[in-house]
């Protein structure tokens, strides 16, 4: 296991060559003089070049940047660049990318694509440039609660930049919610056909663009996993590379289509909203340039299963039928976090009730899921709380405030995170032992927690704002005969990369470990907890067993042999 994920500081053009601070409109005339296709082309094969993506790497290893940099830099700052590198700076970025292949994006009127491309040492100046311009000045703001908001909406950018999760994972997850926690719900609950509306949207069966995504996937690991020997690269993947399949052409075009963008079809992208606002770019993740398909981000490539048959199909919807079909994903997600348990947790240190009901109460649940770890019950609401570009990227703590307060705080029509575990907390206090369920007898603590599907559960500061708003709330009254533990809220990928700890620790542990180590919980939960490290999440048995089925299924639909 690997320690906690380091703080490191990037190096901005500026500093290297001692100059004021640079604009977004002087890097802006900067990339003009440049081919778009020519930016963009060389955004994806450096994307594959220093192994983005797979395994959570955010940044190039000290491997790959010192034989990149000579290759990105003129001779004359080859030095001085590799002196910083050797400082522990971080040169090499995938944040650089995103911004460079985003803000070519946006120029208008776009520069002319007969103009001599890009050349390999000019990128380093450009990558410099692009990576200055992540950064917002932080403006303290008066006030606990405004103070801690203003942190998250500063820093969550940053966290999404460098996240410490392998995107694999959220193809994977997502393909369980669609053919395992979907069957899963009681009937009464299945209120939407999701392959019968994703079809109706995209023309094709929501199965094959599954085997779609994860063809490309295996295309792009295959990729990285050229040594340098096989260089140059080219990354691109071809319609023809599907010939060795029996599927026809029209369905490949189609599918082409539903994940990329060209030049000549662009439309008016939107001015930022912010900081690392790459909404156009993770909405079209792929660029098509005389018949070929460049992958500009792998993250954002991967997670493409899931922008179409959740928001792609929302955005078709009626309106009466947006916030039941999200409702509907909730009830997806809750029994995906409740299926982890099941599967991963050792029974006897964790003990799993799903939706458990009050006693006598019918219909009325506790809350999402409760374990029982010995003497303590750890209660647990699973929250979808997608938090929208706007605010994630604005930089405003008063909207970010609000996202809170609604999503994982209040809530606007019903009660959500933080009020329900406290209604949890006061109600179990107000019932007599002699009317508890027997596995509710005995418990002493309590431990609330909140697990996010965004990754924002875990990001900076989020955890104390979230407990601050708890512990403002508690009252001695409202847990006689309980200790109340601190409130932790982790993303669902973090609480994948618990489970294999799970198998010989009960939960309680890892979240008072959590606790214990950053006891204002403002750090994110990786950087706090030695049960989890960044990359891909460890000994998760049943979705290897998930991966090597789409693998198997896929070979057969494709009609794929062997070379």
């Known amino acids: ?39 963009l082309i060389a955004c994806a094969r450096l994307s594959i070049a220093l192994n983005y993506g797979p395994e959570a790497e955010t940044a190039a290893d000290e491997k790959l940047t010192a034989l990149w940099i000579p290759i990105l830099f003129p001779p004359s700052l080859v030095p001085y660049v590799s002196a910083f590198a050797a400082q522990g700076r971080i040169i090499l970025f995938q944040g650089q990318l995103r911004m460079l292949a985003t803000e070519a994006l946006r120029l208008n009127p776009a520069p002319a694509e007969d103009i001599p491309p890009t050349e390999n040492d000019a990128l380093g100046e450009l990558l410099l440039r692009a990576g200055e311009l992540l950064y917002k000045p932080h403006v303290a703001v008066e006030g606990d609660q405004d103070s801690v908001a203003n942190l998250i909406a500063t820093f969550l950018p940053i966290y999404e930049l460098s996240l410490p999760t392998d995107p694999i994972m959220s193809f994977l997850r997502f393909y369980i919610f669609l053919t395992v926690n979907i069957p899963r719900l009681p009937v009464e609950l299945r209120i939407f056909d999701v392959p019968l509306l994703f079809e109706k949207q995209f023309g094709f069966p929501l199965k094959l663009y599954c ?14 996993a050229k040594t340098p020997e096989q260089w140059p690269i080219d990354g691109a993947i071809r319609a023809s590379w ?23 079809d662009l439309p008016d992208t939107k001015p930022s909203v912010g900081y690392a606002d790459f909404e156009f770019l993770r909405n079209h993740p792929y660029f098509e340039h005389n018949g070929e398909l460049y992958c500009l981000d792998y993250e954002y490539a991967v997670g493409k299963l899931e922008s179409g048959a959740l928001w792609r199909v929302l955005r078709a919807l009626d309106e009466k039928q947006k916030e039941p079909y999200l409702s509907f994903w909730g009830n997806v997600f809750e029994d995906y976090v409740a299926w982890l348990f099941e599967i991963y947790t050792n029974p006897t240190l964790n003990k799993i009730y799903p939706s458990p009901l009050y006693p006598n109460a019918k219909n009325k649940p506790i809350c999402d899921l409760v374990l029982i770890c010995g003497s303590t019950a750890i209660l647990i609401e699973a929250k979808l709380a997608t938090c929208r570009t706007d605010i994630r990227y604005a930089g405003d703590y008063k909207t970010m405030k609000k996202y809170l307060e609604d999503k994982l705080v209040v809530g606007t029509n019903r009660p959500v995170g933080v009020a329900q575990l406290l209604t949890a907390i006061r109600n179990l206090s107000a019932l007599p032992q002699s009317s508890m369920p027997t596995w509710l007898q005995g418990i002493k603590r309590l431990m609330p927690v909140i697990v996010t599907k965004d990754e924002i559960g875990s990001s900076w500061a989020v955890n104390s704002y979230l407990n601050m708003r708890f512990t403002e709330q508690l009252k001695d009254e409202d847990h006689k005969g309980y200790e109340v533990a601190p409130l932790v809220s982790l993303s669902v990928s973090t609480l994948e990369k618990c489970m294999h700890a799970l198998q010989d620790h009960a939960f309680n ?9 950053d006891s204002k919980l403002g750090s994110p939960f990786e950087a706090a907890s030695s049960f989890v490290s960044r990359g891909t999440a460890r000994n998760l048995f049943k979705h290897l067993e998930i991966t090597q089925e789409i693998t198997s299924q896929l070979i057969a639909d494709f009609g794929m042999v062997e070379e």
């Open 1 to 39: 296991m690997g320690g906690p994920p380091k703080l490191k500081m990037w190096l901005p053009w500026s500093e290297l060559m001692s100059l004021p601070r640079i604009m977004l409109d002087d890097f802006r005339e900067r990339i003009r003089q440049h081919p778009r296709s020519s930016l």
């Open 211 to 224: 085997q779609f995504i994860f063809t490309f996937i295996n295309h792009a690991l295959g990729e990285r």
């Open 242 to 264: 599907f010939k060795k399949t029996t599927l026809d052409q029209e369905p490949i075009k189609k599918m082409f289509e539903s994940v990329c963008f060209s030049l000549k």
């Open 509 to 517: 542990e890892v979240l008072e470990e959590r606790v214990n180590a």
